[in-house]
């Protein structure tokens, strides 16, 4: 930059300014200081602008997030410029704290990219910023942007800015968001360019957004306000009304409404200037914090600023400089008004961290990183993510989990007076809570609270809340069940709005109730559950059928959010008659299933109707997640049974859109079952690629229902509930000796040790783990946890990375028969040696993939595009790339010609081990092992007992964790002897070169 005269005047005016605001006074004086002016102007470029004023819940301080305009340059003002941050205790005093970081890219006072006008709203301890975004720095403007939603936790809310999604609001180049909730519904409003106008959307989860159009009433209409252009509308409620304030560069003009839909005229504010240093000149793009009666507004002056003004590139840098406003608005008869130049003290306002209700004694119970790694806090502090649940629990075995130092506990609780399971006829667990359409009884709460804290008055309690509506609510409630071909109706539709507005207004009750019982206290969370054996599978018998016109369409409604056009539609289907209004879900019964995989490119219309299928319940899962998170004002964990795509191979199952849900900001944690290939010797991954669960900061919580020799039968617990067949046969009967019992939970703990990650030891008739030995693991795994907390060691990070696609089954006619015979490579792949990493196919793109030595594409239909391009420069790395599609495996070594396999869809552990060997990855042994390895610590399960040789990526001290024993001393090569059927599990100290 020059600096020419004109720059050295606005700096030493900049100076002046930060001389008359910020003057340290005695303490003592502090009580009755009034609110100076400025309160602040952004200390690089002197540029700040656009605030947006927030309650930080977590730093307990107000923050304001700004744009900070580069004023102090000659050019290139209004882009490349950050989200500034400025804090304070007092609302008087006001510090900069620094510049917003977004997706991990640190915040400076130049950037490549524009961002402008933050809109930020709270939904429990996530923050929520939806910001204007042009992704150049050119100037004027910066061309053409769009509203982007990021996301981050209440503490950190200055570099934890992650990107969420570009919602769909009207186009072209919308603006100046803001948002505000109104019964349990979000609104966002904002300025659209050429013509467009205040329009505005709503949003039940803040992800999904339907456009509503023009604002009605006065707000867009000239020939009531009298201007050819308004920006930043900003919207909040005081005084029994909704207001909306618009900046016209004429003052602010202000709008009022009894709904926050139509807009009346209420005049014009903070035109005229002030007398105040730096007040002298129109108020531009407010803000407004609301405490009880007062309201007290924040808004941004350009002092030097003429109106009308000169083109953006032609003003001058005092012309540009910019400093943030407060004053507070007064309504009188009815008319909002605003005297700038009034004093202003804020001694007595409200502390906004309090709310006038009746405080909830809840625990606050979050998921943030912890070592790097997604970890469960409560009232933010590290707690072990370990839980104990039994279907029949009994304070005996309540009694025992306790001393084993476990004082997590979760119990199910049934919204209906059914089975969980619609096909085996089991009865229900409880009895049901939802007695009539505005009766509940919640005396099987009581009873099982009573049981946990009788035995653990530490008790913390996740409660599983089972959606499905009682048998009354179908009878009287046909439209929003499953229709069947012969017309009879069959459990509920989850495309139904009559279901899910119902079932969300009985949860909201019960969590309600909760939160204001004497156990409140003790609980930290709410799983939400529906479907088959309560993991939101779609129940049906034989094949899945309904013709439900709601859920036609709900069909309909998802075409057209994913074609833009019938033309479109006509195409992807290859179908010329079809349009949006007209087309039906294809047949998914499954009664036809061939042994064959789908074409693409005539199926679409299958594939389509599979991930609506998927995708119906995902929303649901978000829309009940979001309703606990509202309740309980973000103090209760939210999570959920979904993404079983790496086991259940049925699409008609309906899991087979968890990347969806993963951007689910009111989802904590995700859980599946362990595999149930459930045999000594064999690997029981989770049923999800977990990896990506923890990518995207969610705690991933495996169901331990591991059987032991001394499992208990639901027909000797529960006779009356249980139904010849599966649930009495054998089928839950566990290893015939206690040796082997002891060996199947370590390795349950190995894995989620090495893997960074928490479960529930599920007891599910009660007694499975009442043995002295038994409880020595359960106890020892708290014990491990806290002496040795999850820290990645990057040294032992897998250098093999397999990636799934969860639509593989879509394509799949057999209805899964093909799809097993790929990711039956589950199993091969725990035994080569090597650990390895499980991602999406959505995720390849976040991953850097330089850190890994083999690629294994498992199962990918097609790769896109993007992934291809990876792909070659993966290749060009000297990455070994293997590819397991619908004719076989690839393998493309580095400098190699490719090698096809026809008709080869699983390895065996040693064919593995090879490729593994010759393409560098280190291999701890050269056994089939089950090997877990990962954060410092090394797990081997074994059958064939005998030595073993262990090969670690650097020298450590060996120990056996559990006894202190010295296995092995600055080695990296050791000789460990391995009894039959056992899990050995090691910790690695690392020790100094």
């Known amino acids: 930059m020059h600096h020419n005269s004109p720059v050295r005047i606005s700096v030493s005016f900049v100076i002046r300014c930060v001389c008359l605001s910020s003057i340290a006074l005695p303490a003592a004086w502090a009580v009755t200081k009034p609110v100076p002016k400025p309160i602040y102007h952004d200390p690089h470029y002197h540029g700040s602008c656009d605030p947006e004023i927030v309650w930080n819940t977590h730093a307990q301080e107000w923050w304001i997030f700004y744009t900070a305009r580069r004023a102090t340059r000659a050019s290139a003002t209004y882009v490349g410029t950050p989200i500034g941050v400025a804090a304070s205790k007092d ?245 909002l008004t605003c005297d700038r130049n009034k004093t202003i003290h804020v001694e007595g306002l409200p502390n906004p961290a309090v709310s006038p209700r009746k405080e909830q004694s809840a625990p606050r119970a979050t998921v943030r990183d912890l070592h790097g790694d997604p970890g469960l806090f409560i009232d933010d502090a590290p707690y072990p993510p370990f839980a104990y649940m039994s279907y029949l629990g009994e304070q005996t075995w309540y009694k025992e989990a306790a001393e084993a130092g476990i004082h997590l506990y979760c119990f199910p609780a049934y919204l209906g007076d059914r089975g969980i399971n619609s096909n085996s006829g089991i009865g229900p667990f409880r009895p049901g809570i939802w007695r009539s359409e505005k009766e509940f009884d919640f005396s099987s709460i009581r009873t099982d609270f009573a049981k946990i804290l009788s035995a653990d008055p530490e008790a913390m309690v996740i409660i599983r809340f089972h959606l499905d509506p009682p048998r009354w609510w179908d009878q009287a409630h046909p439209e929003a069940c499953c229709l069947l071909p012969d017309g009879t109706t069959f459990r509920q539709c989850f495309a139904s709005p009559v279901w899910r507005n119902a079932t969300q207004e009985a949860l909201r009750h019960c969590v309600s109730w909760l939160l204001e019982s004497e156990y409140a206290k003790h609980l930290i969370g709410i799983h939400v559950a529906a479907g088959g054996t309560e993991e939101w599978f779609y129940h049906f018998r034989g094949g899945f059928h309904d013709r439900n016109p709601a859920r036609t369409e709900a069909f309909r409604h998802w075409l057209g959010e994913t074609y833009p056009s019938d033309a479109a ?25 061939p042994r064959r995989w789908r074409d693409p490119s005539r199926e679409r219309a299958t594939l389509d109707t599979f991930r609506f299928h998927a995708q119906t319940l995902v929303d649901n899962i978000a829309l009940f997640c979001r309703v606990v998170k509202d309740v309980s004002k973000g103090r209760l964990l939210t999570g959920a049974f979904y993404g079983y795509h790496y086991f259940v191979t049925d699409p008609r199952r309906g899991h087979g859109a968890l990347h969806k849900l993963l951007s689910c900001p009111d989802l904590d944690y995700l859980s599946s079952p362990n595999t149930y290939y459930r045999v000594p010797g064999e690997d029981w991954p989770p049923m999800v690629a977990i990896d990506s669960v923890q990518l995207h900061g969610k705690l991933w919580m ?41 060996a199947l939970l370590w390795k349950n703990t190995g894995r989620m040790l090495a893997c960074g990650y928490g479960g529930w030891w599920f007891d599910m008739w009660g007694g499975w783990f009442s043995d002295p030995k038994l409880l020595d693991v359960l106890s020892k795994t708290q014990d491990l946890w806290r002496a040795h907390p999850s820290q990645i060691i990057p040294a032992m990070e897998p250098q093999v990375c397999v990636v799934v696609d969860e639509e593989l089954c879509f394509h799949d006619a057999s209805y899964g028969a093909l799809t097993e015979e790929i990711l039956s490579n589950r199993y091969p792949l725990a035994k080569t040696g090597a650990p390895y990493d499980l991602y999406l196919h959505q995720d390849l793109g976040a991953l850097d993939l330089r850190r890994y030595r083999v690629l294994w594409l498992l199962g990918i239909p097609q790769l896109h595009r993007a992934a291809l391009e990876q792909l070659r420069a993966t290749r060009k790395a000297g990455i070994t790339v293997l590819w397991t599609g619908a004719k076989g495996t690839q393998i493309q070594l580095p400098n190699r010609p490719r090698q096809h396999m026809l008709g080869k869809f699983r390895l065996s552990p040693a064919e593995l081990r090879d490729l593994w060997r010759r393409a560098g990855v280190h291999l701890y042994g050269d056994s089939d092992d089950v090997l877990y390895a990962g954060r410092g610590w090394l797990c081997l399960h074994c059958i064939p007992g005998g030595e073993r040789q262990i090969h670690l990526p650097f020298p450590a001290r060996v120990t056996n964790p559990t006894t202190q024993e010295l296995i092995a001393s600055d080695t990296s090569t050791f000789l460990i002897n391995l009894p039959e059927d056992s899990t050995t599990l090691l910790r690695l100290a690392p020790t100094a070169p």
Not at 149 to 170: C, E, I, M, Q
Not at 235 to 241: A, C, K, N
Not at 569 to 593: F, K, M, Y
Not at 718 to 730: L, R
């Open 91 to 335: 609302l008087r005093q006001w510090r900069f704290v620094g510049y917003c970081s977004f997706d991990g890219i640190p915040g400076s006072p130049d950037i490549p990219v524009t961002f402008w006008a933050p809109g930020i709203t709270r939904r429990g301890n996530t923050y929520h910023m939806f910001v204007t975004h042009k992704d150049n720095a050119e100037p004027p403007w910066g061309g053409s942007g769009q509203i982007v939603h990021y996301a981050a936790p209440a503490d950190n809310l200055l570099t934890g800015w992650k990107r969420v999604s570009v919602p769909a609001f009207a186009q072209p180049d919308p603006i100046d968001a803001t948002l505000i909730e109104v019964d349990g519904q979000f609104r966002a409003y904002h300025r659209v360019g050429k013509g467009g106008g205040i329009q505005w959307a709503v949003s039940d989860n803040l992800i999904e957004w339907t456009t509503k159009g023009r604002c009605p009433g006065d707000i867009n209409d000239p020939n009531k306000h009298g201007h050819h252009y308004q920006e930043a509308p900003y919207v909040f409620e005081w005084q029994g009304s909704y207001w909306m304030l618009t900046d016209p560069h004429q003052g602010l003009a202000v709008y009022r409404s009894t709904d926050g839909i139509t807009w009346t005229l209420n005049g014009h504010i903070l035109k005229q200037p002030g007398t105040g240093p730096q007040d002298h000149t129109r108020a531009r793009h407010p803000s407004v914090a609301v405490m009880s009666e007062r309201a007290l507004i924040f808004y941004h002056v350009e002092p030097n600023r003429p109106y009308p003004s000169p083109p953006a590139e032609k003003r001058t840098i005092e012309q540009k400089i910019s400093f943030l406003q407060m004053a507070e608005l007064e309504l009188v008869e009815g008319q």
């Open 569 to 593: 539609l006509r195409q992807a289907w290859r179908d010329p008659n079809v349009t949006l209004q007209t087309a039906h879900p294809a047949d998914i019964s499954g009664v036809e299933h």
């Open 702 to 742: 495996a169901e331990n229902d591991t059987r032991t020799s001394i499992t208990t039968l639901l027909k000797d617990r529960a006779p009356d509930i249980c139904p010849p067949g599966q649930y009495a046969s054998g089928v839950w009967l566990g290893p015939p000796d206690m040796e082997t019992s002891v």
